[in-house]
């Protein structure tokens, strides 16, 4: 899931609420400028549609009113088409005249096109007007229309304008400012990345610093003059930085000197025991519970300087790994039988039965040794081994079935002098002194991967402890292996 979670950084969420913003503004711009254009448009084609007809509408009552009173029928109605005809439309309307006398109406729509909504209107009104989509001879189309009833007359005159042509003109400025969003939110978000990337340049240089120098590279510091603003942050991070450094290599210098300290009393005291131990039989038998009780110290003590002094070594960078190619296989068997628990199940795909890494024997051994002495001290020993391949790396895991690790300690337990297993029977029985995970995790690191410690997978107690190692280096076929 990590790596979906890109989004939550301070710089993606900059760079979003920028896209946001610049989306957000230029949409209500958008919205606002296209409303307000579409009722100036509208509100234009009505005036200019409404100054039309009421020009043609004069001229209609003009003419309809100079019709002898004695004129027959054919010649009523020769007149009105002329007039029909005669009546200006620059604005492309179409017109309809129903003249008095029941004579037929005269124009190129049909009456029962008319909404009769609109026909009672101008009955009741004497005049209206209405916005409305109906048929027309192009069709379906948004209309507006006008109409009189000229009742000393008799007589209605309607003109129908079609909107269709300024209907695709808004749509058209609807999708202009459609697109016009869209790229000012994407610039938005460009600008928001290039702005967020400018600020926060100081957090990443300190974040990288700080990244350096958890990795123990102490030689890491900040440079004052990048940013005048932040000389003050930049001085106490490197006066921090300083004093961690002459801490650290006080520690490493006081856990170096100890451990080689140690070891000459160490050796005087193991000296003296075996001296005891080949007396052992003239020794009362209280003296000789206590020289065996002393010999289990004494190995306690001598494995405890040993790690010192492995743990000393890695601090001073004076640990290099000697690798070789080797069938993992075989090197498990060989470690099994030479542990606590020899009889712990070992299990792999049978694709990866003759599976070769390239590490170094020697740490590797000791990883897999702590981590069954650590089943054992806290789970009653290991009851398998697995590994399998998954694609460049290989993972081995270590499985018990005790109490299992809990969750706010499975990070800590890989830390030096730290106790695994929360059971206090168990913690009381406890010989070690915590530098046994502490060394798995070092070794493994030094070998390019990772260890971590979960439940066990098929839902019996217990704990599972996992090992990512790099294939590193193949060796060909045929070449001879280290067993």
């Known amino acids: 899931m990590a790596g979906f979670g890109w989004w939550r950084g301070l710089l993606a969420r900059l760079t979003l609420a920028y896209a946001v913003g610049a989306l957000l503004l230029t949409s209500i711009v958008a919205l606002a400028s296209f409303t307000i254009a579409q009722n100036r448009l509208l509100e234009t084609e009505r005036s200019n549609a409404r100054e039309q007809f009421h020009r043609n509408a004069l001229q209609v009552r003009t003419e309809l009113a100079s019709i002898p009173s004695n004129a027959t029928r054919d010649e009523r109605l020769n007149a009105h088409s002329q007039l029909s005809d005669r009546l200006r439309r620059p604005n492309g309307s179409s017109s309809l005249l129903i003249p008095p006398g029941g004579l037929p109406p005269v124009g190129s729509i049909v009456e029962n096109t008319i909404p009769s909504l609109f026909r009672s209107e101008v009955l009741d ?245 702590n981590l069954i002495d650590n089943a054992t001290k806290y789970a009653d020993g290991a009851t398998a081994i697995r590994y399998r391949r998954v694609g460049e790396q290989v993972l081995i895991m270590v499985e018990d079935d005790g109490p299992g690790v809990p969750s706010s300690d499975r990070d800590r337990i890989f830390d030096r002098f730290s106790r695994a297993g929360s059971d206090a029977g168990r913690r009381a029985r406890d010989t070690g002194v915590g530098l046994g995970l502490s060394l798995v995790a070092e070794h493994v690191r030094l070998h390019g991967g990772r260890v971590w410690v979960t439940d066990r997978t098929d839902g019996q107690s217990g704990a599972r402890f996992v090992v990512e190692l790099p294939l590193g280096v193949h060796a060909d076929e045929g070449e001879e292996m280290a067993v």
Do not use: W
């Not at 967020?196 to 123990?216: D, K, T």
């Open 125 to 369: 009104l004497r005049i209206a007007d209405y916005f409305y989509r109906g048929q027309t001879e192009v069709g379906e189309t948004p209309n507006y229309i006008v109409g009189v009833y000229m009742e000393d007359l008799d007589a209605k005159y309607y003109e129908v304008l079609s909107l269709a042509e300024l209907e695709n003109t808004t749509s058209s400025l609807r999708q202009i400012l459609l697109a016009t969003a869209i790229v000012a939110g994407l610039a938005g978000a460009a600008l928001g990345y290039y702005a967020a990337r400018r600020v926060l340049a100081p957090v990443f240089r300190v974040s990288n610093a700080a990244q350096a120098i958890a990795e123990g590279d102490f030689k890491t510091r900040l440079d004052l003059s990048a940013d005048p603003d932040l000389e003050v942050l930049s001085r106490s991070f490197n006066d921090m930085v300083d004093a961690l450094e002459v801490r650290i290599r006080r520690d490493e210098r006081f856990a170096s000197d100890v451990s080689h300290e140690l070891r000459s009393p160490l050796m005087t005291l193991t000296a003296s025991v075996e001296v005891l131990e080949r007396r052992r039989g003239s020794l009362p038998e209280v003296a000789q519970r206590a020289v065996d009780l002393l010999r289990q110290d004494l190995t306690r003590f001598e494995r405890l300087v040993e790690d010192l002094l492995e743990i000393s070594r890695m601090d001073a960078g004076a640990v290099q790994l000697q690798t070789s190619p080797f069938r993992l296989n075989e090197f498990l068997i060989n470690v099994i039988a030479q542990s606590r628990s020899p009889e712990i199940e070992l299990s792999h795909p049978h694709k990866d039965r003759d599976l070769v890494i390239s590490a170094d024997k020697r740490r590797l051994a000791q990883v897999m040794t």
